[in-house]
């Protein structure tokens, strides 16, 4: 079993920055994939960024260049740096990870964006 705790979301207006944490328990971390999922209200949850044990990054169209992800094993947790931030940037947050054919979410947190 392990558990996701998102945290970090808020309102923010255009062209701003949020920071985005999702704390994770188990024993083991830094050999798993985790990403971050959205979605907006009466669209399908997107893929906005994913980063694998080994540190590799992959991101969504829309971010491109204004998401980061990053890990921080000892601490378990993984981050989302989001700058420039649009106002269809607004959805719910999910941390997401597998372990073998288990999906894991978290409960998800709010980033708004005023325009």
């Known amino acids: 079993q392990v558990q996701l705790v998102e945290s970090g979301g808020g309102l923010v207006q255009a062209g701003g920055s949020l920071r985005l944490s999702c704390a994770t328990s188990?024993?083991?971390?830094?050999?798993?994939?985790m990403a971050w999922y959205r979605q907006a209200p009466g669209k399908q949850r997107e893929l906005v960024a994913a980063i694998t044990g080994a540190g590799r990054t992959n991101y969504g169209d829309s971010v491109k260049g204004r998401f980061t992800i990053s890990r921080d094993n000892a601490k378990k947790t993984v981050y989302l740096q989001m700058n420039s931030l649009k106002p269809e940037d607004t959805a719910v947050y999910y941390c997401h990870t597998q372990r073998g054919e288990y999906d894991y979410w978290g409960q998800g947190t709010q980033v708004t964006v005023s325009s």
């Open positions: 188990g024993r083991t971390f830094s050999i798993y994939a």
